[in-house]
């Protein structure tokens, strides 16, 4: 079982684990609006805990395909209340967020993780190696506005590939206490791109970083299977099994409940085991 210490904090996580989304957004594509009150999403983030989630991503910026950017501001006035109500050693927070500052806001008060979707950088680097924070950094071609416009690859797993072999280096000469690197489902690829990384997501293992799948609910299964947002838990399940199956460590979900019973008896089937 693996013992990390995330920012001052100590946590074992016996992966693959289950991280909740929780969108202090009004216009995230599945979950926008639901958690504004900075109680309602407090509560909601206990609730998953209690379902099962090892960690709880908190985001105040919609990075849904089409979104417009949100300022720092506004960003910070989302989180921080939900943020400073959070207790900091019962489970591990991890921040969602693209905006330097924010990151380094959430990290002042107590956030574990950084989640970037814009994929990080040596600025991002330093930081996390000086507070000791993880670190989950996500392929993403385009910006969120445009992203999905018309998403081109020549070979999108080499090329997926190649974005975080660039970022191998700095991540090895630093003493970071865990990163995981996140494919970009749905962040500028169409859907035969992301059944390609889906159906290869163990071509991303490596001694550098572990594994992140975040499929759940996205565009991908209405595509595949002509499902609306409120109807993908399927797809979202069958997902998450297999990409446990190809060797994730955390399977980022709105469905907390399902994603881990779903898990579990994937795991029992197949006579492996968490660790």
């Not at 959070?86 to 927070?93: G, Q, R, S």
């Not at 969120?144 to 970022?167: G, I, N, T």
Request: net charge negative; charged share 25%.
């Amino acid at each position: 079982m693996p013992d990390y210490v995330f920012n001052g904090t100590r946590f074992e996580l016996r992966h693959p684990v289950v991280m909740g989304i929780l969108n202090a957004t009004p216009d995230s594509f599945s979950d926008g609006g639901l958690h504004l009150d900075p109680r309602q999403a407090v509560n909601r983030a206990h609730e998953m805990v209690e379902q099962g989630a090892a960690i709880i991503d908190l985001g105040g910026e919609s990075t849904r395909p089409g979104s417009e950017p949100v300022s720092v501001k506004e960003e910070l006035n989302r989180i921080l209340p939900i943020l400073k109500a959070l207790p900091k050693d019962e489970f591990v927070i991890s921040i969602d967020s693209r905006n330097r500052e924010t990151q380094r806001v959430a990290i002042e008060e107590g956030t574990h993780l950084v989640n970037d979707v814009s994929g990080g950088n040596e600025e991002l680097f330093d930081l996390a190696e000086k507070r000791q924070v993880g670190l989950v950094l996500m392929h993403a071609q385009g910006d969120p506005r445009s992203m999905q416009d018309a998403p081109v690859y020549e070979d999108v797993l080499a090329e997926v590939r190649a974005f975080f072999d660039a970022k191998r280096e700095a991540i090895l000469r630093r003493n970071l206490p865990r990163v995981w690197i996140d494919p970009g489902i749905g962040f500028g690829k169409t859907l035969e791109h992301n059944l390609d990384l889906l159906r290869n997501l163990d071509r991303f293992a490596d001694s550098a970083w572990g594994v992140l799948l975040g499929a759940s609910r996205k565009s991908w299964i209405d595509k595949l299977c002509g499902a609306p947002v409120d109807q993908r838990l399927g797809g979202s399940l069958a997902a998450a099994v297999h990409a446990v199956s190809m060797g994730a460590e955390i399977i980022r979900a709105h469905d907390v409940r399902e994603t881990v019973q779903a898990i579990e008896v994937g795991l029992e089937l197949t006579g492996a085991s968490k660790n």
